[in-house]
């Protein structure tokens, strides 16, 4: 998408005081990365979180950042991915829009995550019972007429809809939702040239997942 050129603003986004990457690479590989967050997961599923001091590091954060995975989610308030990962400031870059869709400000995002802070990994998080999503169904199916700008919000959505809907299954919304998670995966691997050469190189997995509301539990798709 922007190639050489984008990498090599990254020179000047340091000179402006964010730190690129490439000299202080995450030494984590991008399975690695996405076992971290798994764990903790698990242990957030557990109740047995990892005890935080959030004065610690403070100093060292406000000279840079170094996170271990970017996180795609929706903006739902019960969806929040420090939390449901067990991860510390500084750990995990989030993008937040209702439905976790990629739009050019989101894919700049990781664009910037990558190239420039150095994350192995993206992860698409969906979830249950979301509301973008029930919302898209109403229009697709029903001929739901909605307000303001959210016509533009589901736009990106209505795709996965008709595909989920084709199928014919049981949970409409559930399967709605894990096929807008899989449209998303693919926006990012194949929307931006930085991310797509960083996937063929093994220097980044873009991975989708689903958070279910009720236990707290990440499942990969």
């Known amino acids: 998408m922007f190639g050489a050129a984008a990498l090599g603003a990254a020179a000047g986004l340091a000179s402006m005081g964010m730190r690129p990457a490439f000299a202080q690479q995450n030494a984590i590989s991008p399975d690695d990365a996405l076992k971290r967050i798994m764990d903790g997961n698990a242990r957030y599923v557990a109740n ?20 271990v995975a970017g996180i795609l989610s929706c903006a739902d308030s019960r969806v929040a991915p420090e939390i449901v990962f067990d991860e510390g400031l500084g750990d995990l870059f989030v993008v937040r829009v209702a439905g976790n869709t990629v739009n050019t400000d989101g894919l700049a995002s990781m664009e910037f995550g990558h190239a420039v802070l150095g994350m192995p990994l993206i992860m698409v998080l969906g979830h249950t019972s979301c ?55 693919e926006s990012l691997s194949t929307g931006s040239q930085i991310l797509s050469d960083a996937i063929a190189g093994g220097k980044l997995k873009i991975v989708g997942a689903m958070y279910e509301l009720s236990s707290g539990k990440v499942t990969m798709l």
């Open 48 to 67: 047995t979180p990892n005890a935080q001091d959030f004065a610690a590091g403070r100093a060292a954060r406000a000279q840079g950042q170094h996170p």
């Open 131 to 185: 509301g973008a999503i029930d919302g898209a169904i109403g229009v697709v199916r029903d001929g739901t007429v909605l307000p303001g700008h959210l016509p533009q919000l589901v736009e990106s959505i209505k795709p996965a809809v008709v595909t989920a809907k084709e199928k014919s299954p049981d949970d409409l919304l559930l399967e709605a939702t894990k096929q807008n998670v899989l449209n998303s995966v």
